[in-house]
Structure formats: structure tokens, C-alpha cells
């Protein structure tokens, strides 16, 4: 299982970023995808999931109504289009699957809101 994040970066305050995570080496259209993600000195959160089939999605009280997880089955890619985006949302954002009783992580992709 392979989950390579990407999109990261350094944006101004009430920017907007778009995460993409791309997976493999399982079947992805039959899995939730989840986004987390850490900041300095704090616990790792979720932040939003999808269901398998997209239909799906639930998100932290934090990011709801700015942030949208969506996925693209075809592409084996989850998405994370962050808007309105403040300074405590910086963090790094990883990707998870839980697949055959394992936990599989991304490497992270690092996002800095600051002006």
C-alpha cells in the first residue's frame, strides 16, 4: 500500500489549497479514505473521510463548510479543497487507509497559512 500526498504549501490567510493524495496497492474504490493532520506541539486530528463510493463525507467542526473531501475512483485519488483557510490550519496533512487490519499513512504534505 503506497499513499503519496501532494499540494502542500505557503498560502495567505483566506487562501485556498487543494491536497490530492494519490493510492496503491489495494482497491481503492472499496475503502474510506480519511485526511488527518498535525500541527506543531498537538495531538495528530481528522480532519475529513469519504466513503468508498463518495456518497459519504464527514468533517471536524473545525474545517466544516470550508473544507470538501471528494475522491476520484477512476484515478485512485482522494482530494482535500481547503478554502477560507486560517492560520491554525497549519499543519501537516496526511492520508489514511485502514486496510487488513493495518494502518497506512502518508508521508505528509505540509501547509502553512501566514501572511
Known amino acids: 500500500v503506497q499513499l503519496v500526498e501532494s499540494g502542500g504549501g505557503l498560502v495567505q490567510p483566506g487562501g485556498s489549497l487543494r491536497l490530492s493524495c494519490a493510492a496503491s496497492?489495494?482497491?481503492?474504490?472499496?475503502?474510506?479514505m480519511t485526511w488527518y493532520r498535525q500541527a506543531p506541539g498537538k495531538e495528530r486530528e481528522l480532519v475529513a473521510y469519504i466513503s468508498n463510493n463518495g456518497d459519504s463525507t464527514n468533517y471536524a467542526h473545525s474545517v466544516k463548510d470550508r473544507y470538501t473531501i471528494s475522491r476520484d475512483n477512476a484515478k485512485n485519488t482522494v482530494y482535500l479543497q481547503m478554502n477560507s483557510l486560517k492560520p491554525e490550519d497549519t499543519a501537516v496533512y496526511y492520508c489514511?487507509?485502514?486496510?487488513?487490519?493495518?494502518?497506512?499513512w502518508g508521508q505528509g504534505t505540509q501547509v502553512t497559512v501566514a501572511s
Open positions: 489514511y487507509v485502514g486496510y487488513a487490519l493495518n494502518d497506512y
Open positions: 496497492g489495494f482497491r481503492f474504490s472499496n475503502y474510506y
